[in-house]
Each structure stands twice: as C-alpha cells, then as structure tokens.
C-alpha cells in the first residue's frame, strides 16, 4: 500500500494526567502515515486525485489544539477516528511524542495503526 508521511509534526496542545502537565500546552511530536492507493494521483498528477499532506498537518494540529486528553493514547485514537473520517484513506498510523519529557531520554511516546471500517 503507498504511503503518505508526515514526519515531527510540531503540534501543541494540553495532555497530561496532572499538574504541572495540565497547566499549559506542551510541544509533541507527530508522524503521521496516511495509507491509500496513490496509483491514479501518479498518472494524473492531480491533486485532486490524493490527499494535501499540508491540509492534514493543519488539521492535525488544530485538533491538537482544540483538545485536552490525559493521555498520548486517546490523543492519538481522537486524531486517527478524525483522519479517517475526513479523508479517503484506507489506514492511519500515528505516533505521538513528548520530547525532553522523561529523564534520560530524548522522547517518550505511542504508536497507534488504525484501518477505515469498510461495508461488508
């Protein structure tokens, strides 16, 4: 399956479990793999035929933005229930990460692949 990537996408919004989380936003890091057919996108160089990677790295973060999660992972499950709603592709992998958050180490994080429900 071809693949759309978006890679460290610099996203802010407040996540957390407590204070001082909670009380302002955090940077995280976002990479995002949109999975859909890119065949036709290919032969028509349309972009009409794919999906803008520019307009689901704005929608993306604004939604990290507009929301307040406890955790990385109904974060992520919120933004990918989103992305495959709102766009024709047929799975989403997401993985989130606060960098400089844990001691001694660079990012902590999730990773999280989900697939569009098809009509039997």
């Known amino acids: 399956m071809d693949k759309i990537i978006i890679t460290d996408?610099?996203?802010t919004g407040i996540i957390g479990v407590k204070s001082?989380?909670?009380?302002?936003?955090?940077?995280?890091?976002l990479n995002i793999t949109l999975f859909k057919d890119l065949q036709t996108a290919g032969?028509?160089?349309?972009?009409?035929d794919t999906v803008s990677y520019s307009t689901v790295a704005k929608s993306v973060s604004t939604r990290v933005a507009e929301t307040n999660f406890y955790t990385l992972e109904a974060l992520a499950d919120n933004l990918a229930t989103m992305l495959l709603s709102k766009?024709?592709?047929?799975?989403?992998?997401?993985?989130i990460e606060k960098p400089d958050f844990v001691a001694n180490?660079?990012?902590?994080?999730?990773e999280i692949y989900r697939?569009?429900?098809?009509?039997?």
């Open 105 to 110: 180490t660079s990012r902590v994080g999730i």
């Open 87 to 95: 766009y024709d592709i047929r799975a989403v992998r997401i993985r």
């Open 43 to 48: 032969l028509t160089d349309n972009i009409k």
């Open 20 to 29: 001082p989380e909670r009380d302002q936003p955090q940077t995280l890091l």
């Open 115 to 120: 697939e569009a429900v098809t009509d039997a």
């Open 9 to 11: 996408l610099r996203a």
